[in-house]
């Protein structure tokens, strides 16, 4: 069985970052839809081990969670696209 493809409500930003699947966090945006209730998505995102916060923006959340889950934290239900705030760093040939 072969590994879970990513989520496509992940830029392609957050994209590399999740398949470099690090124990790094990852900080960014996430569009939600209006109706999700942000309690149970922050339920959600903790039981991934992350957090989120609230912005003055209803449809915007913001978010910490290791990269290794952020096509799980996409793929929750009221999530409509997920950003990243830190820059993609292919790894050097040291890593």
Known sequence: MG???LSRRLSSQAKKL???ATTNVVTGLAEIS???GFEK???EVERLGGTVRRTADDHLITYSIAAE???ELA???GVVHVSSAEPYRPAS???
Do not use: F, I, W
């Open 75 to 77: 793929d929750l239900d």
């Open 69 to 71: 889950h952020l096509s």
């Open 18 to 20: 999740a398949m470099r």
């Open 41 to 43: 998505l922050e339920q």
């Open 93 to 95: 040939k040291s890593d």
């Open 3 to 5: 590994a879970k493809p």
């Open 34 to 36: 209006p109706v999700v």
